[in-house]
């Protein structure tokens, strides 16, 4: 958050109780991101399909809520933070966004592959490197996974160099099979 914004006040609705919760509270930060309207945009000015510091760290505080934090990131919420990362045309939170959905989508990806993972409030923490704890996963993470969050990038307008780059990680033995659809999403001079 930035120094000059005051604290958000917690709205009963943005503090989840699960990860179905995590996930609806995380719309209603993506609906503040594309009006510039609602309870997570209350106290300042926000402009409509603009993410800043307070977005991301709405998302933070949703993801890492003490009755998510031990539970790996849910396929809906990944879905979610897809969906803010294409509906934020301007970014104004010096790509923190970008390194936070990175972080959770390899959490999901990894434990949707039955690998454990660590607590959100490390994995997602900006103060971890994503490589200490995924890099040990990429050989393990199914095709599955892989071809799931190709999927969420192709076609999309906003490009994420965070995610681009943890993917590029995993492909290594386990991407054999997408290896012809790389060029459709990643423009990589191929």
Known sequence: ????????????????????????????????????????????????????????????????????????????????????????????????????????????AASASGLKVPPRSVALSADTEIESWAPSYASKVNSEMLEWIAGQMRGKRQNNRRLMAMVATFLGATALPLAGQLPNVFDIGM
């Open 1 to 108: 958050m930035s120094a000059a914004a005051p604290k958000p006040t917690e709205s009963s609705s943005l503090v989840p109780s699960c990860r179905d919760t995590a996930a609806y509270a995380l719309s209603v930060v993506r609906d503040g991101v594309i009006t510039g309207e609602g309870p997570t945009t209350k106290g300042r000015v926000h402009f409509s399909r603009s993410l800043d510091a307070d977005d991301t760290a709405w998302c933070m505080r949703i993801l890492t809520a003490t009755a998510v934090n031990d539970q790996p990131v849910s396929r809906a919420e990944a879905e979610v933070l897809f969906e803010i990362n294409e509906a934020a045309t301007e970014r104004t939170d010096g790509g923190r966004f970008d390194d936070l959905l990175a972080k959770a989508v390899a959490h999901y």
